[in-house]
């Protein structure tokens, strides 16, 4: 089974939302022999996501309103198969604490935070986009 995680800055928009879509995703796609979580590089402990994030994922039938934050830890990034990141000064700054290539994911998604929804229904329908083009295409089909 392929362990994936997925990071941004606060664990409270982008990686929960991309989380949550992707288990749809594998839902979706029984196929798939994967699993998936989010953390956060700065993220406080706890601390709930954004009302409009969880409002938009809510509009396309992802419930993500239970995610906590979670600060990520180099135990984690050791321990899962691929690192999936938002921007890439987070893939620079995984790469410089020494998480190899061929591990990391780049999405190049754009924070929403402070925004209004409809920059956070963007975010959501470009994380979608680059979950499908991005990480689906590199699972492998369990025959």
């Keep these: 089974m392929k362990k994936i995680l997925f990071i941004c800055t606060g664990n409270t928009c982008r990686s929960p939302m991309a989380e949550g879509l992707f288990q749809k995703m594998l839902s979706e796609n029984p196929e798939l022999d994967a699993k998936c979580s989010s953390a956060g590089i700065s993220a406080v402990k706890g601390q709930k996501v954004t009302p409009w994030a969880a409002e938009v994922c809510r509009e ?3 419930d993500i309103s239970k995610h906590r934050a979670r600060c990520l830890t180099m ?3 050791e321990k899962w198969d691929l690192l999936v990141v938002m921007t890439p000064d987070q893939r620079m700054l ?5 998480i190899p290539e061929e591990k990391l994911i780049l999405l ?16 959501r329908d470009l994380l979608t986009q680059r ?13």
């Design 94 to 98: 995984l790469a410089e604490a020494g």
């Design 75 to 77: 135990e984690m990034m």
């Design 60 to 62: 396309v039938g992802v």
């Design 108 to 123: 190049d998604v754009e924070d929403p935070y402070g925004g209004p929804i409809e920059s956070y229904r963007q975010c």
């Design 131 to 143: 979950l499908r083009e991005r990480v689906l295409v590199r699972e492998p089909v369990e025959a």
